[in-house]
């Protein structure tokens, strides 16, 4: 009941594209769902996140959208840039202690 | 000016030695952790102190052993490695405080190889 799901594995997108990732999760007491973005040989960094209360949230070229009744959640990146070229990881947290779990990650590559 | 800070950033080392791993962060959090990031990229907690108290003790072998000597610093203690401890090991840590609580910083990460 702890796993967040994520989709695709791994995407291309061409530059100026649309990149979209998915993610799913079971557990209602999750209350805080983040997105890391991970270059290579570098930790993950918060990208954006979002609390079950809002369905949207927008910042810069990046957006969530958050359905609650589906329990799903999802990434857009507007105008992909080859510099956005990372693994993406969406993350939900439940409980006091912020025990997040992360999904599986998504690797971006944007191509000129 | 680093936020979290891991040493060493590369550890090679052989099976059934014992070796550390050591994080600091200067940004006044009160929480830290330990992850493993194996090599499909997937990252799964270890553990988590909140000022100095174990809060979250996943399902880790009793060779992994954390110390939180203060907020500040928590470190990894391994025995008796294995070839499947090799991974990237991060750190990171957090505030419940302010506009950017829960927001998890994190390390650049060491990376461990088992031979």
């Known amino acids: 009941q702890q796993q967040v799901k994520q989709s695709p594995q791994s995407l291309i997108v061409q530059k100026g594209g649309i990149s979209i990732i998915n993610c799913a999760y079971e557990n209602t007491a999750f209350d805080y769902f983040p997105w890391y973005q991970q270059f290579p040989g570098k930790g993950p960094a918060l990208l954006i996140a979002?609390?079950?209360?809002?369905s949207e949230k927008k910042e810069g070229r990046f957006t969530i959208s958050f359905n609650k009744s589906a329990k799903q959640f999802s990434l857009h990146i507007m105008d992909s840039q080859p510099g956005d070229s990372a693994t993406y990881f969406c993350a939900a947290r439940a409980g006091g202690y912020q025990k997040v779990t992360f999904g599986t990650g998504t690797k971006l590559q944007v191509i000129p | 000016d680093t936020a979290v800070s891991q040493t060493p950033k590369y550890l090679v080392t052989q099976m059934g030695n014992d070796k550390s791993i050591k994080c600091e962060q200067n940004?006044?959090?009160?929480?830290m952790y330990w992850y493993k990031q194996d090599s499909k990229k997937f990252l799964k907690i270890m553990f988590s102190?909140?000022?100095?108290?174990?809060?979250i003790n996943e399902t880790v072998p009793n060779r992994f052993s954390p110390k939180s000597p203060d907020k500040a610093h928590l470190n990894l203690h391994i025995n008796s490695l294995e070839l499947g401890d090799s991974a990237v090991y991060f750190c990171a840590s957090s505030s419940r405080q302010g506009l950017a609580g829960f927001e998890q910083f994190f390390g650049p990460g060491t990376r461990l190889t088992v031979l």
């Open positions: 940004l006044g959090h009160d929480t």
């Open positions: 102190y909140n000022n100095k108290e174990l809060i």
């Open positions: 979002i609390r079950p209360d809002v």
